[in-house]
C-alpha cells in the first residue's frame, strides 16, 4: 500500500513539473509570436520614413510641391528601369538555370528548384503600395 502511495505522488509531481516546463515553452512562443505579428505591423514604411523626415524639414508650400515633383519624377524613373531591366534578369536567370542544369544531377538539381523556391518565398513581401508623397 505504501509503494502505491508513493509511486502516485510521484506521477503526480512529474505530471505538474510536464505542464509547469510545457506551459513555460507555449509562454515563450506566444510572446515570440506577438513581437513578430505586431511589432513588424507597427514597424513605419520607407515611404512614411521619408515623410517624416521632409515634414521635420519645415518646408515652405512652393519646395513641398517642387519636392514633391522630384519624388514623382524619381518614382517614374525607376519604374520604368524596372519595366527595361527586368526581361534580362529573366535571360540572365534562365541562362544561369541552363548552366547549372548541366552541372548538377537531376536529383541535385530538383532539390536545388526547391530550396530556390523556399529562399525566394521567405523573401517575398507585398510591395507597399503607390501613393503620393505627403509632406504636408
Given at each position: 500500500?505504501i ?9 503526480i ?15 515563450a512562443f ?5 513581437y ?16 517624416e523626415?521632409?515634414k ?6 512652393t519646395?513641398?510641391?517642387?519636392v514633391q ?5 524619381t ?7 524596372r519595366?527595361?531591366t ?6 540572365l ?9 548541366k ?26 503600395p503607390?501613393r ?5
Amino acid at each position: 500500500m505504501i509503494n502505491i502511495e508513493s509511486k502516485s505522488k510521484w506521477q503526480i509531481r512529474l505530471a505538474t513539473i510536464g505542464i509547469f516546463i510545457l506551459g513555460t515553452i507555449a509562454g515563450a512562443f506566444a510572446l515570440n509570436a506577438y513581437y513578430l505579428w505586431f511589432a513588424a505591423a507597427k514597424q513605419p514604411t520607407k515611404q512614411e520614413k521619408f515623410e517624416e523626415a521632409f515634414k521635420k524639414l519645415g518646408l515652405t508650400e512652393t519646395q513641398k510641391v517642387e519636392v514633391q515633383k522630384v519624388v514623382n519624377e524619381t518614382r517614374e524613373k525607376v519604374q520604368n528601369i524596372r519595366q527595361e531591366t527586368d526581361p534580362r534578369i529573366l535571360e540572365l536567370r534562365e541562362q544561369n538555370d541552363a548552366r547549372l542544369q548541366k552541372i548538377l544531377t537531376s536529383e541535385q538539381w530538383q532539390q536545388f528548384q526547391q530550396e530556390r523556391e523556399k529562399i525566394r518565398e521567405a523573401e517575398k513581401q507585398p510591395p507597399p503600395p503607390l501613393r503620393p508623397l505627403n509632406i504636408q
